[in-house]
């Protein structure tokens, strides 16, 4: 647990650090690009489009599932993932693209993939604004369950971490790994609650899903969205995920505080 | 000048592992080390340097200075050894660290925040960097448009300006012209005087003449020599007459004679005692992380045996609390009561809800009690109920005053309310009826009306019905009116439906609420409410309820 906390530490030390240097990676992504910052919108824009078109119109013939229109079903989880995917692709792999700037320093290391998860979070929080204007549009308030929403994105920033921190020290070492998660994530958009109703399957199978900590994280934010469930109902499920997101920070810190010193070695 | 050591080497190698499959990285990984040809890099180099010096660093290509200045900045570990450093080193190499999609001026606040300045403090010098990097407008520009010699220059002026205590100078000042060289020369005696450490590595004898008092000569990653500057590069001179004198075969052979000196290896064993207490150290501390882990790793198999118990977390309460789950269920009481259940909360899955719904299955029995053994009352199609709460997979729900239960499967809860639409009742009248199309107007209009006065006005009565739940109809051929228990008309039934003249995909896109099986398709229009029966072939129409 001691490393746990050291990293941990290290996160709060230096926020200041993280921050501005986030804000750095929104500008370094994006200065080549003739339209600018705007592909942040433009990009998930465009695949909400074609998600819609095929799985609202096409599949599902523009159905409600549970009386919410399929629009707003999909924006609740679809949303969120825009965050997730690329936040735990691009933060995995943030230590062997950026150890070698940073390394001719003194450095926290660690704080590499919370730079990659809070310059994603930027533009997660303008989605989420958006998103809430298109939930209100539709006649649809959350109300009182919109109280849980920072319940869920502390749970989406610890798991997000716990993630990155483990799989950063994995894709430096084994860098095939980079690419095994790469196709793992492709899945797991249809593996998760995003485009389509799970509830319907044998309960099985929802139940193997289920074992997911993302799906808490997609569900749990749908719920708040649509107010259809506080984050205390199902508690067997929450703990589950805290034990689960413990459990990795616990490996993650304690191989990335084994490996941190020759991670230039891997390059 | 104050001896204090600034920088202490003890025995320190760096090995590098030869033509390693990726394979055999991965195996040594776990500890299971094969005995793979390896290379030392810097072989048991010790020294002592004091504060205040400036050392320079020389030899031949490829003997090792850069590894010793990485290991300097403490960029690389060193395989075996003890390396003491007393305060921040800083390493300058040509375009270290630099952004190349940001300006110069954004990589010079990068680097500083990197570096752990203040912001204050960067404030304060980054004029003082821009004069001295002197790129003129270059500044704003991407640091990808920049010549080798201004990234060089950049990069020394940030590292020049981060207040290290020790420096290490790789090479860097070889791109830059004679003027920058000049203005670097002046910074580092400024830094000389005030006591900081320089390290400078370079291969050129005459500028490390010029600079250094002390210089160590490293030759195939071995400290030679380390002493007086003048002494040190008096021999390097020499070495390098000799060699440059000798043939090429004898070059080869010289070389190739301490290539292999590097490569075996095998003699040095650097484990002294006190790396031995460390592992003793250590082994307990593995002890802990396993206890931790496997205190965690319990943990997380229980909670994944609860997610897959049935009722998940129903039943999770009742392991916990061992609670009676057969007891509580038979004292249950018919039509429970908020009180009661919420004594009764415990075993059951019990949400709140309390929004409007709809029944969408073509008749669906309420029940008294949740076993639903218990018939109450029945509902239809579209029967607009009010959802009260959920008990595990079934909806209390309270429609006329009466409270009951229904299959949650067979309610619809709308999160939006549903709206009146536009509807043309028009296009569907050729399948209707032509004794209803004649006059439909007038049959509608007497809608709302009491018993008699339907009787009188409207010719052709042919009878009078009931329904299971005891409701009249009075019938006029293929058109019929459904009385309420005040023997008003509540609604009109026309039978006999010509469904091949119905466009049935409209229908259904324009419907409400459909039944699962989508033969019973309500719409709420603007002036009546319509429910099309395919499995009866008929269309019921009445008022919008308020």
């Known amino acids: ?267 | 000048m104050c001896a204090r050591p600034k920088v202490t080497f003890n025995n320190v190698s760096k090995k590098y592992t030869l033509q390693q499959k990726k394979f055999d990285k991965i195996l040594e990984l776990f500890g299971i080390k094969k005995n793979s040809k390896s290379f030392y890099a810097l072989k048991n180099i010790s020294f002592t340097v004091n504060e205040g010096e400036t050392i320079g660093v020389i030899g031949i290509n490829g003997s090792g200075k850069s590894t010793l200045s990485n290991i300097l900045a403490q960029v690389v570990p060193p395989t075996s050894g003890e390396i003491e450093i007393n305060g921040e080193t800083s390493l300058i190499a040509i375009a270290v660290g630099l952004n190349n999609n940001l300006t110069g001026l954004e990589n010079i606040e990068l680097k500083c925040l990197m570096h752990g300045i203040k912001k204050e403090e960067i404030k304060r010098i980054t004029p003082l960097i821009i004069e001295f990097a002197d790129l003129g407008d270059f500044i704003n520009q991407p640091v990808k448009t920049y010549s080798s010699g201004m990234k060089s220059r950049l990069g020394f002026a940030i590292s020049a300006h981060t207040n290290p205590d020790i420096m290490v100078i790789d090479e860097a000042l070889s791109v830059g012209d004679q003027t920058f060289y000049q203005k670097c020369l002046d910074k580092m005696n400024e830094f000389k005087k005030e006591g900081k450490t320089i390290f400078y590595v370079s291969h050129s004898v005459s500028q490390i003449r010029s600079f250094c008092d002390k210089t160590m000569w490293i030759h195939y990653g071995e400290l030679k020599k380390f002493g007086n500057t003048k002494e040190v590069l008096n021999e390097y001179s020499n070495f390098i007459k000799y060699f440059n004198e000798l043939s090429e075969e004898e070059k080869a052979a010289y070389k190739k004679e301490k290539m292999s000196e590097r490569q075996i290896g095998k003699d040095l064993k650097i484990q002294s005692r006190r790396a031995q207490g460390k592992k003793v150290k250590k082994n307990k501390l593995n002890k802990k992380f396993m206890l931790e882990l496997l205190v965690l790793l319990t943990f997380f198999f229980i909670s994944t045996f609860l997610m897959f118990l049935d009722g998940g977390h129903a039943k999770g309460i009742q392991l916990l609390k061992k609670f009676d789950i057969s007891k509580a269920e038979s004292e249950m009481i018919n039509v429970p009561e908020k009180r009661e259940l919420s004594n009764k909360e415990k075993s059951f899955k019990v949400e709140e809800i309390n929004r409007a719904g709809y029944i969408i299955s073509e008749k669906e029995s309420v029940f008294k009690s949740l076993d639903l053994d218990n018939p109450f009352f029945k509902l239809n199609f579209a029967d607009k109920i009010y959802v009260n709460r959920k008990i595990n997979d079934l909806y209390e729900i309270t429609s006329d005053n009466k409270t009951g239960f229904v299959k949650q499967e067979n309610v619809s809860i709308p999160v939006i309310p549903y709206e009146q639409q536009d509807f043309d009742l028009t296009r569907y009248l050729e399948a209707l009826p032509e004794s209803f199309v004649t006059s439909y107007h007038y049959y509608l209009a007497f809608l709302n009306s009491e018993e008699e006065e339907i009787e009188d006005k409207i010719r052709g009565k042919t009878g009078e019905e009931f329904d299971e739940n005891g409701n009249k109809y009075i019938v006029f051929g293929k058109v019929k009116y459904k009385l309420n228990s005040d023997l008003l008309s509540v609604g009109i039934v026309v039978n006999d439906l010509d469904l091949q003249k119905i466009n049935l995909d409209r229908l259904i896109e324009n419907a409400t609420l459909t039944s699962k099986d989508k033969k019973i398709i309500y719409i709420l229009a603007n002036d009546y409410e319509y429910i099309f029966n395919l499995n009866f072939n008929t269309l019921t129409i009445s008022e919008v309820k308020k």
């Not at chain 1, 792999?93 to 390394?103: F, L, P």
């Not at chain 1, 989605?127 to 920072?150: A, R």
């Not at chain 1, 716990?162 to 899945?187: E, G, K, N, P, Y």
């Not at chain 1, 998760?192 to 074992?211: G, S, T, Y």
Request: with cysteine; hydrophobic share 55%; proline share 4%.
């Open chain 1, 1 to 267: 647990m001691k490393a746990v906390f050291e990293i941990l530490k290290e996160q709060i030390f230096n926020y200041h650090l993280i921050f501005r240097l986030a804000k750095y990676d929104i500008k370094s992504k994006y200065q080549t690009h003739y339209l600018g910052g705007a592909w942040q919108f433009l990009n998930p824009a465009l695949q909400i489009l074609i998600y819609w078109f095929v799985f609202g119109i096409g599949i599902r013939q523009g159905n409600p599932i549970d009386g919410v229109p399929y629009l707003i079903w999909m924006l609740a989880g679809l949303i969120p993932w825009f965050f997730i995917s690329p936040s735990i692709i691009q933060g995995s792999n943030s230590v062997y693209t950026k150890v070698s700037m940073v390394a001719k320093m003194k450095f926290p290391v660690s704080v590499l993939p919370s730079i990659t998860i809070i310059s994603n979070a930027f533009n997660f929080a303008f989605m989420i604004v958006i998103l809430l204007l298109i939930i209100f549009l539709y006649g649809i308030n959350p109300g009182i369950y919109l109280l849980q929403l920072p319940y869920y994105f502390l749970c989406l920033m610890f798991f997000l971490y716990a993630v990155t921190l483990l799989f950063s020290t994995i894709s430096t070492v084994f860098r095939d790994f980079q690419l095994i998660l790469q196709s793992l994530m492709r899945m797991m958009l249809y593996l998760l609650p995003i485009l389509w109703d799970m509830e319907k399957l044998p309960e099985i199978f929802v139940k193997i899903l289920k074992l997911n900590p993302l799906y808490y994280l997609i569900d749990g934010l749908r719920n708040t969205f649509l107010a259809k469930e506080w984050f205390f109902d199902d508690w067997i499920y929450m703990s589950y995920f805290w034990i689960t997101t413990l459990l990795l920070i616990y490996i993650g810190s304690l191989l990335h505080i084994r490996f941190r010193k020759q991670f230039v070695d891997y390059l």
